[in-house]
């Protein structure tokens, strides 16, 4: 069975430090992962996948099959970042399974 | 990227009764997802709903308390049947951006409350 885990709900960091939000995962299959995020008062939105091997507003995620992990890093985290932030598992067809997601805040 | 359109954007229901909820699409697409965030969890894939078929159920979700439609390419809807308590949810429509790319556009959302 597949399994997204986030171990943090809540993730609050400082004005230009580095950020990660961590996610792994479980999957018997070859892990398609990508990162969603919804702003306040915003739709929730594709943020990057793993196989774009991406840079999106600063942000990157690399999948590491060893430890079944994927998580975010920003080096320098802005203002507008904070957002809650959801993991997610693709298992094919665009059915995605979602982890529980952390809410980052950035103080200013 | 696709428009996505729900009604309603939230409810307040009494336990019993059922809510239709629509999503309109500005495109046509092959493949609609209802999913369901109840409170402080993450979002559960409910169905999937193709066009002129059955709407496919994830386990735990029965055609006969989430009901579905897709009459055509570009809307949809979920009924919540007999509401309860913990029916009390956002419900989510959305899209897929075109191929098999894992990104999804999304609604904004039905909240509903159910008393």
């Known amino acids: 069975a597949q399994r997204v885990t986030q171990p943090e709900k809540l993730l609050s960091v400082f004005k230009g430090a580095p950020v990660e939000l961590k996610c792994n995962y479980s999957?018997?299959?070859?892990?398609?992962l990508f990162w969603y995020v919804q702003y306040s008062r915003q739709r929730l939105q594709l943020l990057l996948r793993?196989?774009s091997r991406e840079s999106i507003k600063g942000f990157t995620a690399d999948l590491n099959k060893g430890e079944t992990s994927f998580h975010l890093k920003k080096p320098f985290a802005q203002e507008e970042d904070s957002a809650m932030y959801y993991c997610?598992?693709?298992?094919?067809?665009?059915?995605?399974?979602f982890g529980t997601g952390t809410r980052l805040t950035v103080i200013p | 990227s696709a428009v996505i359109s729900q009604k309603p954007s939230r409810d307040i229901c009494q336990r019993g009764t059922s809510l239709t909820i629509q999503c309109q699409v500005d495109?046509?697409?092959?493949?609609m997802f209802w999913y369901r965030q109840q409170p402080g969890q993450s979002l559960t894939l409910i169905a999937t709903?193709?066009?002129?078929?059955?709407?496919?159920?994830e386990s735990g979700f029965v055609i006969d308390k989430f009901p579905i439609s897709r009459p055509n390419l570009t809307f949809s809807t979920l009924t919540v049947s007999n509401m309860s308590p913990e029916d009390s949810s956002i419900y989510l429509c959305?899209?897929?951006?075109?191929?098999?790319?894992?990104?999804?556009?999304f609604g904004e959302g039905s909240r509903l409350t159910v008393l």
């Open positions: 709903a193709n066009q002129g078929s059955e709407a496919t159920y």
């Open positions: 959305s899209v897929e951006a075109g191929g098999w790319s894992g990104e999804l556009f």
């Open positions: 793993h196989i």
């Open positions: 999957y018997s299959g070859s892990p398609e």
């Open positions: 495109s046509q697409v092959t493949m």
């Open positions: 997610a598992l693709s298992r094919g067809a665009n059915n995605l399974f």
